[in-house]
């Protein structure tokens, strides 16, 4: 018999006895997501379920959702708890739901406009033992911290057991300090990679399930996890201080913690194994070289006579192996917490495109891209025979020797054992960013062909799609998105892959916006947002890079705190994210807010002497770090910046404020940028020269603009200032930062002009422009416009313009007092720049297309809206139209275009 929970929540109803025939539905429920992720195995208490709709009919106009109606039922069939029995009016697309732990099924039926149902496919999750997210409890007391020795050997842990038969559902849970691999009776679990996602050690480590069910079989069976070092490598966690005080220490090295818990009856859910000194251990084949940390990230050394593929086979003889030993006294504040953001997985794979010949012994190899993950290669040669390889983001014949800092430290080497079969080369714990790689010690290489790169990110899904008529133009997005895709490892954004490796959150906020436009990211957002969570001082105040804080920035850098919560909401509507980060974002601005009221005329100062830590718009391509070339940033415009940026702090956090009813929080962060507003204003306007601390120039009159610090009489003198220094002075170059850039955009969309960035993009292949990256060669976004010598020739810098294509040129942009796209606008912009543009957008409803095309003397857009939203479009001539589901069409006199 089959029993099922049904749950009422939010507007959630229970109807029996429905029924109705399959061609009357308008509407159907499809991609079931459970906290964001398909099918997931390990949520915590309140999972929020969710569900796209898709129209039978996609010329059907205003389709709705009036009702839903979910119903979950335990995987083993034994038990039914029934809740309300009233259907209920919803046009939600989303629940948060409380139910006991379990594995479960659900599925969700709608009903449309005219009442008539749909019912899913069912989807599955499991729901974690009782615990606080912040806790370790779900994990059995009986597991252990646990290791091999102290070396740098990436070591084989393994545990061999006998069951009586198969469970129903069999999942590992893997807590690990370093990167992990799990293996079932000789077997690789699944396709991941370099598992878990990265956070602060020092508060948190996250558990990664694993569903091992079909691996099992009667008897004896056996689990071995193989640890890596990672960040668990790094000197900065072996004493862990917070706020100067010692709490504990760190394994410095792997250490794991992993339990398999296993089905039983009813929707119990028992551990069958867990971790402890009962398990052995063996030095692997892999270990490490040299540090791993910021600028230097160390190497791997492969040693092919060590590898035995049948390590974690029930067969295997492991007498001579040793007891695991147990890691002792861990932080007591690193919390255990379920991983809720997709694995690492590798997303593409391609070979060589370039192999020359550079000395004795010596190859260099050409990848024909840049991109961060592995590189395999099959060697062949005598048993002991040793090959070092050298990886750098630009051709240095000599690997970078001579450059140093340029390839940050990226070498491994192999040990040939003479076996074809095991003389293959593979990072297994760590990673490159690179395109060239010299290889040495070797008389032979194969062909091209036979080498394979494989790039390698957080496994979420590209949702966006975008061509244009302008082929520069789709070069340009093309480069934007790969380079995007390569900093997106581990769960969070960093600024470069290789020489930091860093969460920064100037290049996080300039960066997250191409991200949700262009990828499905609502996991890896949230999951960074926490990160920030728990890097927070105590007094509010925030580092400049999470989950690790190291390196520098200033107050626009900590803003991330507050926009990145915020930019989560307006793209996918989940309030939750705005709930559970609104303690930080209050600690912030409070102590922001007395800061500003101490200080001569409510100005932020900038110290001179910590240029590190108040920046400014990092990487103008006017403003070049000595001793590379340009000036430094001189202190006046640094000031105006930081001004300028922390109101924009204060007026998203009212955003963020308003929109969880916290109404007298609003009104005093309102109230705070409008009085730094007029501060800014009287300190560093320049009345005599329109311009803003001494400089004309573009940031500083863009953001001065864009956050309302110039008076309204003054905004078409400044508006025209901004204008004149790009079109006149500048000859059309946007010369702006990294969170100048992000901003810019902004208002010169707000303003109608994105043709300014359009034939920037589109015609410039001078330095400043992406032209000047294509025309040099360049596959990726580097660090500065110019292409310095020393920064990184991969990097976030200016990432935010992979947004601009969707939600400016193509004109797809979400709605803040209707967020996750339940409204948005259609705004095509640089509507004369292109011959025609197509897009679309996955949004947490459904898919939005737009077409637009200039042909024949007449404008011709088309847009599809998903069921169950409602958009405005703004035509070229000026006009609105508001639309409901369905697909429309619109044409414009190209003489009417504005």
Known sequence: MLHRFSVSCLALSLLFGIAAAADAQSLKPVDLRCEYLKNP????????????????????????????????????REITITAANEKQPSDLQSCTLDIPPGAWTWEVTVWDQDGKPATSKPAEFVRLPDSSENSSDAFPPAAKWISGADSDTAPWLRKTMDIAEVPPLAVIYVASFGYHEVYVNGQKVDDSVLAPAVSNLQMRVMSVPYDITKLLKPGKNTVGIWLGHGWAGWDQWINVRKEGEHIGRLPHGPAVKAYIGVLTGGSSFKPLAETGTDWKFAPSCYSKTGKFGVFNFGGEIYDAR???????????????????????????????????????????????????????????????????????IPFTGKAGDIITLKFTDRDLPDGGEKEGILAYGQEDRIILSGDPAKDIFQNKFNYRTFRWVTIEGTDTLPPPEKF??????????????????????????????????????????????????????????????????????????????????????????????????????????????????????????????????????????????????????????????????????????????????????????????????????????????????ETEDAKKFRQVAEDLQKATHKAFYNAGKGEYGGFKEQTYLSVPLLTGVVPGDLTKTVQDALIENITVTQTGHLTTGVLGSYLQEKYLNQIGRDDLI?????????????????????????????IYGSGSRCHTSFLSYGAWFINAFAGIQPDAEQPGFKHFFVKPGAVKSAGWVKASHQTPYGKIDVAWKNADGKFRLDVSVPPNTTATVCLPDGRKEEIGSGRYHFEVLSEDIH
């Open 41 to 76: 195995l390990g949520v915590p208490q309140k999972p929020r379920l969710s569900w796209k709709l898709q129209a039978a009919d996609a010329d059907a106009k205003n389709l709705k959702q009036t009702a839903y109606q979910i119903i979950l039922t335990d995987k083993s």
């Open 306 to 376: 060590k590898n035995n593929p049948d390590w974690s086979s029930p067969s295997f003889d492991d007498s001579g192996w040793q007891a695991a030993v147990e890691v002792k006294n861990v932080a007591p504040e690193t919390a255990i917490s379920p991983q809720l953001v997709e694995k690492n997985r590798t997303v593409s794979e391609f070979p060589a495109v370039k192999i020359e010949k550079t000395g004795d012994k010596q190859y260099r190899v050409d990848m024909g891209k840049v991109y961060n993950g592995w590189l395999q």
């Open 452 to 661: 394979t790169g494989k790039l390698i990110r957080t496994g979420y899904e590209a949702d966006t799609t975008f061509e244009c008529s302008e082929e520069m133009l789709n070069k340009i997005y093309k480069m934007l998105l790969h380079s995007y895709e390569c900093l997106t490892l581990g769960g969070y954004i960093v600024d470069c892959s290789h020489r930091e490796r860093l969460g920064y959150g100037a290049e996080g906020q300039a960066s997250m916006e191409c991200g949700m436009m262009n990828f499905d990211q609502a996991a890896l957002y949230r999951h960074w947002a926490g990160s920030w969570r728990d890097v927070q001082m105590k007094d509010g105040r925030m580092p400049n890079t999470a989950p690790q804080t190291w390196g520098g920035g200033g107050p626009a850098w900590r803003i991330i705190g507050i926009t990145l919560p915020w930019e989560h909401y307006r793209h996918y509507g989940d309030e939750r994210v705005l709930a559970e980060n609104y303690g930080m974002i209050k600690k912030h601005l409070s102590m922001l807010e007395d800061r500003i009221v101490k200080e001569p005329d409510h100005i932020i100062p900038v110290f001179t002497h910590d240029k590190y830590h108040y920046i400014g718009d990092w990487y103008s391509s006017l403003d070049i770090d000595p001793p590379q070339g340009g000036r430094p940033i001189p202190h006046l415009l640094r000031q105006v910046f930081t001004n300028c940026y922390t109101i924009y702090g204060f007026q998203k956090g009212a955003a963020v404020a308003g929109s969880l009813g």
């Open 758 to 786: 359009a034939e920037w993009m589109k015609q410039k292949k001078d330095k400043p422009s992406f032209g000047f990256f294509l025309e040099n060669g360049l596959t990726t976004v580097p660090e500065a416009m110019n």
